[in-house]
Every structure is written in structure tokens, then in C-alpha cells.
């Protein structure tokens, strides 16, 4: 499968992908699903922040630590 996306992050050296998904992305979910699986078929991490679930951004950073680093409590 090849895809087009426009990723907002990347880190090569962690081979991890970052997307901001505003209301954009609301009517292109399968697509989205389509890029994550490509992109981890090639051994890249998919994280995506969603716009819908902002409060659950700290988590996420959290849960990938490896990428943002410990932060504060």
C-alpha cells in the first residue's frame, strides 16, 4: 500500500510519527486507519492527538515518555 500523509512530527530515531487530528479528520477516519497501519507496517509508532479528546493529551504524553520525556507532576 502506499500512502500520502502530511505528519506533523517525526522522529526518525524513535521511528514515531506524531498527528494533530482536528475536525478534518472527523470524515476521513478510515484513511487515517489506512496510514497508521501502513506506517507501522514499516516499524513506525502512530500516536495521534485528537482534537475530540484533549483532555487526554497528558496521558498520552505520559504513555510515550520515550518521545516527550518524563515532564512534571
Do not use: K
Not at 484513511?31 to 501502513?38: H, K, N, S, V, Y
Amino acid at each position: 500500500m502506499q500512502t500520502v500523509t502530511q505528519i506533523n512530527i517525526l522522529s526518525v530515531q524513535e521511528q514515531a510519527t506524531i498527528y494533530i487530528d482536528g475536525p478534518d479528520h472527523d470524515s476521513i477516519q478510515a484513511r487515517d486507519a489506512d496510514i497508521t497501519e501502513c506506517l507501522e507496517n514499516q516499524g513506525y509508532s502512530c500516536l495521534r492527538f485528537s482534537y475530540r479528546n484533549q483532555t487526554d493529551w497528558p496521558n498520552l504524553c505520559r504513555a510515550h515518555s520515550y518521545l516527550f520525556g518524563e515532564g512534571r507532576s
